[in-house]
């Protein structure tokens, strides 16, 4: 059974960075594609980024593009959100997400199967 934890979340003042962290674990995820969402109050769950596990192909919302960076660590199992230029529209939940696939520019959150709970960013002004 997969399961994803995140952590590095906190409260940041604009133009300053965080780094999120995602920890994978229940199967090998060759093949998968692992992601980040986030939600503000009152919104949508939106897509910020995605990369694919076997070939660390990447793709970006326009919001964050430039600013912020995916990465994975295969042997760690992890996935990582680098934040920097930090704005408070990015206040928000930030979840980490797996779908069982490469189509990693497929930004549709209903094609995710697997969630973590999710960790607050607060990037005050």
């Known amino acids: 059974q997969v399961q994803l934890v995140e952590s590095g979340g906190g409260l940041v003042q604009a133009g300053g960075s965080l780094r999120l962290s995602c920890a994978a674990s229940g199967r090998t995820f060759a093949g998968y594609t692992m992601s980040w969402f986030r939600q503000a109050p009152g919104e949508e769950r939106k897509f910020v980024a995605s990369?694919?596990?076997?070939?660390?192909?990447?793709y970006y919302a326009d919001s964050v593009e430039g600013r912020f960076t995916i990465s994975r660590d295969k042997a760690a199992n992890a996935v990582y959100l680098q934040m920097n230029s930090l704005k408070p529209e990015d206040t928000a939940i930030y979840y980490c997400a797996v779908r069982r696939d490469g189509r990693y520019y497929d930004t549709d959150l209903d094609d995710y199967q697997y969630w973590g709970q999710g960790t607050q960013v607060t990037v005050s002004s």
């Open positions: 990369i694919t596990w076997s070939a660390g192909s990447t």
